[in-house]
């Protein structure tokens, strides 16, 4: 998708087995396509969501990601209470060691 000098890639993919990714045409053709846009004045690409080695070759930035949530209704806005709320807990628990060890145990117990 591309607006405003902007490039999002939302379904790139390559297979890391080394005798496929010596010769990869998806990096290639991302390539040639970054190649390309950067000539028609295309300033951002993003590369989506993940960590991946390609990324670091295009792309010298990492950006924030963040959810919005805009309600149209009144059970909309009950919802979006209740999604905000869970957001901000689970965005607390990521930033807190100890939190995210509970989660794992819990994780593990909850797989056996």
Not at 15 to 22: E, S
Not at 67 to 73: A, G, Q, R, Y
Not at 76 to 99: D, E, F, Y
Request: proline share 4%; with cysteine; hydrophobic share 40%.
């Amino acid at each position: 998708a591309m607006h405003a000098g902007r490039l999002s890639g939302m379904f790139t993919s390559f297979d890391c087995d080394p005798g496929v990714m010596r010769y990869s045409p998806g990096d290639l053709l991302l390539l040639h396509l970054v190649q390309k846009l950067c000539r028609e004045g295309v300033a951002v690409f993003d590369l989506g969501t993940g960590e991946a080695a390609y990324k670091g070759d295009y792309c010298q930035l990492d950006e924030p990601l963040f959810d919005s949530i805009l309600p149209m209704t009144a059970k909309g806005r009950v919802l979006a209470s209740g999604l905000s709320a869970t957001q901000r807990i689970k965005s607390w628990a990521k930033h807190n060691p100890r939190a995210m060890a509970l989660v794992a145990r819990l994780r593990k117990l909850r797989a056996k």
